[in-house]
Every structure is written in C-alpha cells, then in structure tokens.
C-alpha cells in the first residue's frame, strides 16, 4: 500500500488494555451497528474546514498525536447517545461529544484525554426538528450547521421573514457554538442568551429536558427558557456535566432594513478614546450589533496573502512601515484601526442611528468613513455585511493563509468597554508578540457592556520552533493578563488548565464546586475529562493537567 494508506496504531485509553479496549468496542459495535464505530487507526489527515477530521486537532500546537481519539462513533438519536453513555460507564472508557467538531483555534475535533472515544453526534443527529414562524424559534440537533438552518429557513421561503446569527465562519454547528459560548454578528450575536431549551444526556446515562420541557404537553419550550425552579443550562455550557441532544434557538425577525458601515481612525492611541465612544452608543444599542475594532494587520491578513508577500525577509514582527505601505492598498489606508458595523431597520430608522455614530466617531481627529460603494465585491468588508445580516460565510478564514500551513489558537480576554482597559490589553499584547516575534492580531469585540478582546495567533503548524513561540506567547499572555484582572470568555484543550486556574478566587471555589458537580453528576468520571480545567475524582492529582 502507499505509504499514506498504512494503518497507524490507534491509541488505546490510558489504563485499559488494548485487547479489552478492542472487545469493549466489538461490543458497541453489535449495539450500534459496525459502520457506526470507527476506530482511528488512519494516517491523521488535516483536510481544510470544509472537509475537516473528526480524529484530532486539524490546527494542533502540539504534536498531532497528543490530542487524538481512539475511536470514533456515530449515534443516530437521543436512545443510542444514552447506550454509548451506559457503554463508557460499564468499561470505564474516557468519551469527548463533539458537535460537528469545528471548533478551530480551540482545539477543532480533538478530545481533552488521548485515546477518548469521541462521539461525533452530528454526522446522524442533524435534523431540524422544527421552526416556528410565528414565534421566531427553531430547534434543531447537534449536527444542524449554520449554512444548513440558514438554507432551510430559505427552502421553507422564510428568509425574508426571520434570520439566523452566524459566527464568521457559518460551518460550525448552531449546538457545538452556542454551548461553548460562541459569538456571532447580529443583534442575536450571544448565542448562549439567545438559546432557549435544552435535551440533554446526563454522564449516568438519563436524559432530561430543560427549562419548560420539563412539563409534559408544554407548548413554551423554545419560548421561554427558564421553566421552574434552578435554571440548570448553564451547568452544560463550557463543561463536562452532559451531553446535548437537542437545542432551542430564537431567530431574529427580518428588521426592516440594514446598512453596513465602516469607519477607519489614524493612530494606535485613538483606541482609547474610540472604545469611551462606542461603549454608551452600544449600551444604548445605537450600534446594534457585535461590532468589531480590528487593527490594520490584520485588515491586511484578511486578503488572504502570506506574509512573505509583503516580507519576504520575515525575520520578527513584521515591521510597522510594512504594514502601512501594505495597507494603502486597502480601505484602511494610512489609517490604523477599522470599525466595522451594522445599522438595522428602515431607511428613517437606520438615519438617525447613523448619524448620532457619524457625529460621535468623528470626534477623532482623522476619523474616516469608507464609502461602501467604492469597495470592491470581494472586499473584506462584504463579508462583515454578509455575517451582520446572518448569511453564513467563510471569507474570514483567509487570514489563516497568513503564514505556511496556517493554524491558529485564540487568546481571549474580557474587559469593561474603557480605553484605558483597551490600551492596556493592548500594550500588553503587542509587548509579548514582538518578545516572541509573531505578529499581532487584535480584534475588539464589543458585546452589551463587555468586550472579548480576540487576538488570533497564526503559526505555521509543520514548524515546531513557530509552534513553541505561539504556545509561550499564548501562556505569558493568559497569565500576565490574569495578573490585571483580565480572564478569557473561552480557550483552547491546551489552555484549560492555565486558565481555570485564573478563576481562582477564593482559594479555587469555584472550582471545587465544579469538582463536587462532577463528582455527583460522573462518578465514573468518563465524559470529557479535563475540558474546561474539570477533571474527576479518578483523573485529579495524577499529572494530567497541563
Ligand atoms: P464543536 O466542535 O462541535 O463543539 C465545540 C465544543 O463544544 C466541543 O469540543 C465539545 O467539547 C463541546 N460540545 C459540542 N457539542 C456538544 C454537545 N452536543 N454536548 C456537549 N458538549 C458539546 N467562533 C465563534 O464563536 N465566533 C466566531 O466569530 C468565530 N470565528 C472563527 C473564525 C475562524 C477563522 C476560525 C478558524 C474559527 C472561528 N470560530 C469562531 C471558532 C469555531 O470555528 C466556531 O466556534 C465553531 O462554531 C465551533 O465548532 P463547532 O460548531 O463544530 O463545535
């Protein structure tokens, strides 16, 4: 056989021996059906986002083995997601969900424990059980993408009528984003308060329904997400504690009308008094949506071009003055910061927000607005207006390109919406990118009285120097950030543990509680191990944090 086509050795879970692992999967096999169980003894192959592994980390920092599954199964329903549960139970077998396992620069399909048996549940489970028009709300299985709710709602001829809310890229899945508490661009961008209703497999093997699908013959379920008595959900997002089966989401009605605008300003420093403009115009939602302040690099980046075009030198940070003769061939021109936003409703409405937002940006001497009609179509700025108004997209993946075989992993911290925060995050950013010689990525995204700011470290994932220098970078960043008071809303496998850690107040109450729900909830300890920093009792003290 060609050398590509050989079998590797698959990993076993650690503690089981491999001729007991092999029965314990011949045993799934007779419930599931063979083809439903794979083991993973294939050359890993990277693929690209469309046609992504389920094996491992397609944009792995480490060595590609380090976080890699075991095998990989395929459940068709609820029932059969119960049987995997009862099945890791009986043999003690680490098992990792995945949605549909896109969760790039977090650690894409990869499971937290070597060897984990990773349950691919949208390959079978990717129904859209049912929208409703009248309320405004869907709710669909884990393997429902972005792209595939947005064409239904278009092949039900309701499009016009109601949007969905898309991260930038739209091939992820509407439960495998929300649950780790992801971000899209419209008005409905946090997908976790906008989700409504959850089904849920518990690590015992029970199933139970959140909210008011706890009560039988309920018609509110989708409606109204808290039901009676603790409102649980929350316990399933960012955590080991379940296994989502089904998802309520709303879905925004058509505003009327939308306008996308840009606006560019000069200078580094005009971060500050920019961030203490924008933060009273969003809270009082006269700038409606997840906007985003993105630095001129990456304005750059978003061409699609690798480095070397413009530095072909490429030794460090790519220098300042590289960056601005690069730029003059964008929107961004000699300017260093773009604002890139959405007015939503009619042509009247639309007018007032927008020239409130003109009068106040244009307090920053130099402040420019980019007149939309002269960009071109394939202008970075159309794929903001597409994933504003909720079409789903995958433009923005062009940035990865940035450097041979490009990967990256996100650092992510959460500040008030103050310039003074902002220059600080910012400083401290751009003085540990140029210690580690990789070019700095911000982008601040401003929810309602918060920002993420999401700064992507792009490195090249077949050079092992670029991929110590993005880790170091990333864990001098977790941690000095930590030292301000500045935590991350969501992180990569490899970061969990640094920042859990973080969260530490109080001697790490937290997280003994998150322990002692775990404890309670897995007490064979077999449902993702470690994600989120949450490791089991059989698990804790034994070395397996990182
Ligand atoms: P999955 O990989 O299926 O799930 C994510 C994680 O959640 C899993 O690892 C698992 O631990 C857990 N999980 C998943 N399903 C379940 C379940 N049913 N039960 C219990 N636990 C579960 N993300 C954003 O949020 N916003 C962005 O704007 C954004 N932009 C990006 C841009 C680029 C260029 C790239 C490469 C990535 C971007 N991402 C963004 C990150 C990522 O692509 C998306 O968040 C994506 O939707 C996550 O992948 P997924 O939906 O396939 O989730």
């Not at 094996?55 to 395929?74: G, K, R």
């Not at 089904?199 to 009560?215: H, Q």
């Not at 106040?360 to 002269?374: K, L, Q, S």
């Amino acid at each position: 056989k060609p050398q590509n086509e050989r079998q590797r050795m698959p990993v076993v879970p650690q503690g089981i021996e491999r001729d007991d692992f092999m029965k314990a999967l011949a045993e799934l096999r007779k419930q599931l059906g063979a083809e439903h169980v794979e083991i993973n003894d294939k050359p890993l192959r990277d693929g690209w986002y469309m046609e992504h592994p389920n094996t491992h980390d397609m944009m792995t920092i480490l060595d590609e083995e380090e976080f890699v599954a075991s095998a990989i199964v395929y459940p068709a329903s609820t029932k059969e997601v119960q049987q995997i549960v009862q099945w890791a139970n009986k043999h003690h077998i680490p098992i990792f969900p995945i949605s549909m396992g896109r969760n790039l620069g977090y650690g894409g399909a990869a499971p937290r424990v070597r060897g984990s048996v990773t349950l691919d549940l949208g390959k079978r489970m990717n129904k859209i059980l049912d929208v409703s028009a009248e309320d405004y709300t869907c709710l669909v299985e884990p393997g429902v993408s972005f792209y595939a709710l947005y064409e239904a709602l278009k092949q039900r001829g309701l499009e016009e009528h109601m949007w969905i809310d898309t991260p930038d890229l739209g091939g992820g899945s509407v439960i495998g984003n929300t649950v780790d508490r992801g971000v899209g661009y419209t008005p409905y961008g946090d997908h976790w308060a906008c989700h409504s209703g959850l089904e849920v497999v518990l690590p015992t093997g029970e199933v139970i329904r959140t909210g008011m699908g706890a009560l039988p013959g309920n018609n509110t379920w989708q409606a109204f997400p808290y039901g009676f008595g603790p409102y649980s959900d929350g316990i399933f997002s960012q955590s080991n504690f379940g296994i989502v089966t089904k998802m309520g989401m709303t879905l925004m009605p058509n505003p009327g009308g939308y306008e996308s605008f840009m606006y560019t300003f000069p200078n580094e420093e005009d971060l500050s008094s920019l961030i203490d403009i924008i933060r009273p115009l969003r809270i009082s939602n006269i700038l409606e949506n997840v906007a985003q302040v993105r630095h001129v690099t990456q304005a750059i980046a978003a061409r699609g071009l690798p480095r070397s075009t413009f530095y072909p030198d490429g030794a460090g940070t790519i220098p300042s003055s590289i960056i601005h003769a690069a730029a003059a061939q964008t929107p961004v021109g000699d300017h260093t910061w773009a604002y890139y936003g959405m007015s939503y409703g009619p042509p009247h409405i639309r007018a007032h927000k927008l020239a409130l937002v003109d009068a106040e940006f244009r307090r920053i001497p130099g402040a420019r607005r980019i007149d939309p009609a002269t960009l071109p179509p394939d202008e970075y700025f159309w794929a903001r207006d597409r994933v504003a108004r909720g079409v789903p997209d995958i433009h923005e993946l062009r940035w990865v390109n940035w450097r041979p075989n490009g990967a990256h992993v996100a650092f992510s911290p959460v500040s008030p919406i103050r310039g003074r925060d902002a220059m600080r995050l910012f400083a401290l950013g751009k003085r540990l990118h140029e210690r580690y010689g990789i070019d700095f990525f911000p982008a601040f995204c401003v929810g309602l009285r918060e920002m993420h700011l999401i700064v992507e470290i792009v490195f090249d994932r077949a050079d092992g120097e670029s991929k110590r220098a993005a880790l170091a970078c990333l864990r001098d960043l977790v941690d000095d950030a930590a030292r301000e008071g500045y935590g991350e809303y969501r992180t990569h496998l490899v970061l969990m543990d640094q920042v859990a850690g973080t969260y530490g107040w109080n001697d790490g109450a937290l997280m003994k509680f998150n322990e002692r729900l775990k404890d309670a909830l897995d007490p064979n300890g077999i449902l993702a191990p470690g994600r989120c920093g949450i490791w089991p009792r059989r698990y804790r003290g034994r070395g397996w944090e990182m």
